[in-house]
């Protein structure tokens, strides 16, 4: 297939990082697109969660929301939304949160709730959600979204839920045992981070993409990997799953 | 004990200004009837309740009948934001409400602890995040056995508690299939419990784990098909993705909100959510792997 869109690169790069013994509670946009094409491909047996309580679910088109009919129908169970924070979500049996943000740091911390103050917001977004629990008691964490300056911030307008705080130890010290963001998947580059200062750092860049394009789409000064590596291109069998499943969700979402 | 009445009746004998009111349903079997017939007949000062508000606390909001929200996740799931909520809270219109932001955990705890006559719910949560600092009902409780220190938040204790269901008996029993979502808590935790349905059946023929709300904690039932709408009944009709879809350029603008709401609410009747889902009638079925 050759050709494909930076979109597709960033869905499939944070598919692969999935595999089939793994948990996952699922966000709705570009998770549920990463981790069903994970399922649809290499993961067969990977069990996707999501808020609304559906458990083992195998949609055949993404779902619009966090609830479509299409979860419940191919759940393997649902269960009720506080069963489902409290005995499966604090319990401790999800391995892998997968997040989307509108605000990041270089931390991992995320922001969804606002931008600008509080109680006279410039712009009020839709608020936490389950963020804030999925991102302290999920095993770890995946991250994916596109980069721009307004989203990769050296400063988030607001705490929706805790990364790696101000790094180093910071989740120890607040008595989180979870190991927090883990990855971060963006539409130029794996980003994990730094065993130490907990700063994400690139690991790969996406094919054609320059450590420049990179800067140029972050508000913070980004760190490299000694090591930087060459993310893989997709596959046609990557493609072609992502670009049915797209088609098919495109026209089951039309009148 | 549950009456089964016609809906502007249960709505005008349990409903006032002033009153803290649940709407739940997780995306699934939101009561949109029993929301718009509050709107009609324009109940107000409302401390409204919602794990995900969506459209109809957005319509609430936007016919300036509320005075506070309690909430976890204010989107229009997929689409993006809730623009009549955000034209309150950025720029005061009509007017400008409270909120009481949670998590989803802190909520579905804080209904469950409702429904267990608690005063308030634990959980492990808000570790870091920021919303202590803004939502003044977030405290914290150490644990006598462990030292741990746990967030803490008040039970929700709803005035009233609508909901929308598959169906009921004859008696006035409910049947809830599929997502689930905080319903039956948000019924046990309420004073008054008033349920949509769309229809009514001699025999639920339901499995001995069904979630059924006995009659007796409700107190009214009320037949109203398609009374989801553009949220959906599992086995009876589809989620209406498209209609999600373009509210969000209807609530963009005000004029075109006004006259929105004056077309398909107030000058509408429950009645008329039966033709809204004639197009989605497709029942879902539980599918073989």
């Keep these: 297939m050759g050709d494909y869109t930076a979109d597709e690169m960033m869905t499939v790069a944070a598919s692969r990082a999935l595999d089939s013994s793994d948990v996952c509670f699922v966000g709705i946009g570009p998770p549920s697109a990463a981790c069903n094409i994970a399922r649809l491909t290499h993961a067969p047996d990977i069990t996707l969660i999501y808020e609304s309580g559906t458990i083992g679910t195998a949609p055949s088109v993404l779902p619009l929301s966090i609830g479509d009919g299409e979860l419940c129908d191919t759940a393997m169970t649902t269960v009720a939304v506080p069963e489902m924070f409290r005995y499966w979500l604090q319990g401790g049996h999800v391995t892998i949160g997968f997040l989307g943000a509108a605000q990041i740091d270089k931390f991992g911390n995320i922001n969804t709730t606002i931008v600008g103050d509080y109680d006279n917001p410039k712009t009020r977004l839709p608020g936490g959600g389950g963020a804030p629990e999925i991102a302290s008691q999920s095993q770890k964490i995946y991250i994916t979204m596109k980069q721009s300056l307004r989203g990769m911030v050296e400063k988030i307008d607001f705490f929706t839920s805790f990364g790696h705080g101000d790094g180093y130890d910071h989740r120890e010290r607040m008595g989180l045992s979870t190991q927090g963001p883990a990855l971060l998947i963006t539409d130029l580059a794996l980003w994990e981070p730094d065993p130490v200062t907990k700063e994400f750092t690139v690991t790969h860049l996406h094919p054609g993409i320059s450590r420049q394009d990179v800067q140029d789409n972050c508000g913070w000064p980004v760190k490299f990997a000694d090591d930087l590596a060459q993310t893989k291109p997709p596959t046609d069998e990557e493609l072609s799953v992502l670009r049915d499943l797209k088609a098919r969700t495109a026209a089951a979402h039309s009148r | 004990m549950a009456e089964i009445i016609p809906l502007q009746d249960a709505v005008s004998r349990h409903m006032r200004d002033g009153l803290c009111v649940a709407f739940e349903g997780f995306t699934h079997l939101i009561p949109h009837a029993a929301a718009h017939e509050v709107i009609r007949q324009s109940v107000k000062d409302l401390t409204i309740i919602r794990m995900t508000p969506d459209l109809i606390y957005d319509q609430l909001i936007g016919m300036g009948l509320v005075k506070e929200m309690i909430f976890s996740y204010a989107g229009n ?99 809830i299939e599929g997502i689930l979502g905080v319903q039956k808590e948000a019924v046990l935790a309420a004073k008054v419990a008033i349920v949509t349905v769309e229809e009514i059946v001699d025999e639920f023929e339901a499995g001995s784990n069904a979630t059924i709300l006995p009659r007796w904690v409700i107190d009214a039932v009320c037949v109203v098909p398609g009374g989801a709408h553009p949220s959906y009944a599992s086995g009876y009709y589809a989620r209406d993705n498209a209609a999600y879809i373009e509210w969000d350029t209807i609530a963009a603008d005000r004029d075109r909100f006004t006259s929105w709401m004056e077309a398909h609410v107030l000058s509408a009747s429950p009645d008329d959510f039966a033709r809204r889902v004639a197009h989605l009638a497709n029942p879902t079925q539980k599918r073989a792997r």
């Design chain 2, 77 to 175: 799931p997929g689409v993006g934001l809730l623009r009549r909520l955000r034209d309150s809270v950025e720029n005061g219109w009509p007017h400008k409400i409270a909120l009481t932001e949670h998590s989803h955990a802190a909520l579905a705890n804080a209904y469950e602890a409702g429904a267990a006559n608690l005063p308030f719910a634990m959980l492990r949560g808000y570790v870091g995040a920021e919303l202590p600092r803004v939502n003044d009902q977030i405290k914290s409780i150490t644990c006598p056995f462990t030292g741990e220190i746990l967030a803490a938040i008040p039970a929700i204790r709803p005035d009233v508690t609508f909901i929308h269901a598959q169906r009921a008996d004859k008696k006035g029993n409910v049947l």
